[in-house]
């Protein structure tokens, strides 16, 4: 770094003595600096707030106020601390100059003054204040940069993270999505196959039975071994039972169909395009995927959902990512549920599904009677990765992912609310949003 002085350094000479001042100022004139003067504390304060000199050499016997006084008011006020400020003194006495570099003075000079010794003592402290000077806006400048660097770092590493996030939730949902249109794309077809039959079964058994009622009534009469024969086939049993297996498989096909429809509507594949559904639609197949695991099993009881579900209109959204919100909150009651029973084996395990129009949109909210969520875990619970759960349990985006769909696709909210005496519960508003092309 190359020490550049400014062009001419002006100094602020105080004196209430009217000679010496004039002696100091025209010995300081030519030696070429700018000279202000100032003949009590009370105007050189005012005069180096104003003007800020570039070094204060400062008597420090004066009436009223004297030197000290003055240096302290100075180095007080943040603008004139840092101008250098030498005494100057008759007096000799150490304990004096002590105060006077603890107020903090620079340098004292002794009355009467040699004019060169002054001069190198100016010169130096001119020297040291403008190299201070420059090393601090240096350090400005290098402080000011690192901290934009900072800036640009910590923002491309929450893109980053953003990014992963996407992509590893898009993976997973995207791979659970083409697994579950899959299967339902191949139980479709035979599905299809026993449902579009068993209407012509019917028909055919209705044929058969009515057949067989006529053969009954002209039949020739019959030896004893084939009247025997005919009631071990049990004949009456079957005519009465037929029709009524052909109406429960029937009902059973028909279950099959609404499951597979169920699938394919959690597995949308237009989910990049809003779509006007019915939200209770999404639920609904949400919830149909995670009928296991709402049974009960050896280590805890059934899970009840409790569908709350109101008149829905329907509604704007994209539906394949609202599924994946749907899976997300389930899922964690159904995780909260479970580690509830483990301290309760007794409670009662509830799941309250509620979904209501509301004057800006829909809202949806999903209750849990578990746990509940510890203040330290909610500050974190939506940042992507934070997981309370075992490495194969969680991997911690179910909450940040779901945020983002909620918030920044349909520009809705996501919020938390505690339930008592103990439990979550997960209030999702969407606002209506416009149908791209239907
Ligand atoms: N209903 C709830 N009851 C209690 N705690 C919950 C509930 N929902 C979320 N949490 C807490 O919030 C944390 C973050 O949830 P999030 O869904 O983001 O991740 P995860 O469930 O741990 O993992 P992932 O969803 O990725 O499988 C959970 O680990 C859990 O501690
Ligand atoms: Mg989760």
Not at 3 to 16: K, R
Not at 125 to 150: G, I, K
Not at 345 to 358: D, F, G, H, N, Q
Request: with cysteine.
């Amino acid at each position: 770094m190359v020490f550049s002085p400014p062009e001419q350094s002006t100094i602020l000479a105080v004196d209430d003595n009217p000679a010496n001042l004039g002696l100091l100022s025209d010995f300081l004139y030519g030696a070429g600096f700018e000279v202000l003067t100032a003949r009590s504390g009370a105007i050189a304060i005012a005069r180096a707030q104003r003007t800020l000199p570039d070094l204060i050499l400062l008597d420090v016997m004066m009436p009223e106020m004297d030197g000290f006084e003055v240096c302290k008011q100075l180095k007080e006020d943040p603008t004139t601390a840092p101008i250098p400020v030498i005494f100057m003194t008759a007096l000799a006495d150490v304990s004096n100059k002590s105060k006077g570099f603890e107020l903090g003075a620079v340098d004292y000079i002794t009355k009467p003054f040699h004019q060169e010794e002054v001069l190198v003592r100016i010169q130096l402290h001119l020297r040291l204040y403008h190299l201070t000077r420059q090393v601090q806006s240096q350090n400005e400048v290098l402080e000011q940069r690192v901290q934009e660097r900072t800036q640009a770092l910590e923002s491309a590493l929450k893109t980053l993270r953003a990014t992963q996030v996407q992509l590893i939730q898009g993976e997973k949902m995207s791979s659970l999505g083409k697994l579950v249109s899959g299967i339902a794309h191949e139980i479709n077809n035979p599905v299809n196959f026993i449902y579009g039959n068993l209407i012509h079964i019917q028909e055919y058994v209705d044929h058969l039975l009515s057949g067989l009622s006529l053969y009954q009534t002209v039949a020739p009469p019959l030896t004893p071994s084939q009247v025997q024969q005919l009631e071990d086939l049990d004949l009456d049993f079957i005519q009465e039972d037929l029709p009524k297996l052909v109406q429960s498989m029937q009902v059973g096909a028909d279950r099959i169909r609404q499951i597979v429809l169920g699938l394919r509507n959690f597995a949308r594949t237009d989910e990049s395009q809003i779509k006007e559904v019915n939200l209770n639609d999404g639920l609904e197949s949400t919830l149909m995927l995670l009928q296991s695991r709402l049974k009960s099993s050896s280590k805890r009881p059934e899970i009840s959902v409790v569908k709350r579900y109101g008149e829905l209109l329907l509604f704007g959204v994209y539906p394949g990512p609202l599924n994946q919100v749907w899976m997300n909150l389930l899922g964690n009651a159904i995780d909260a549920l479970e580690d509830w029973s483990a301290m309760e084996p007794e409670a009662p395990l509830t799941i309250e599904i509620e979904t209501r129009m509301t004057a800006t949109g829909v809202e949806v909210s999903i209750m849990d009677n578990g746990p509940g969520i510890a203040p330290a875990v909610q500050a974190q619970m939506f940042d992507p990765f934070f997981t309370t759960k075992s490495v194969e349990r969680g991997t911690g985006l179910g909450l940040s992912i779901s945020q983002q769909i909620v918030a920044d696709l349909h520009r809705g909210t996501l919020a938390y609310e505690g339930v008592s005496p103990h439990g979550s519960r997960f209030v999702i508003h969407l606002p209506r949003l416009e149908a791209a092309g239907g």
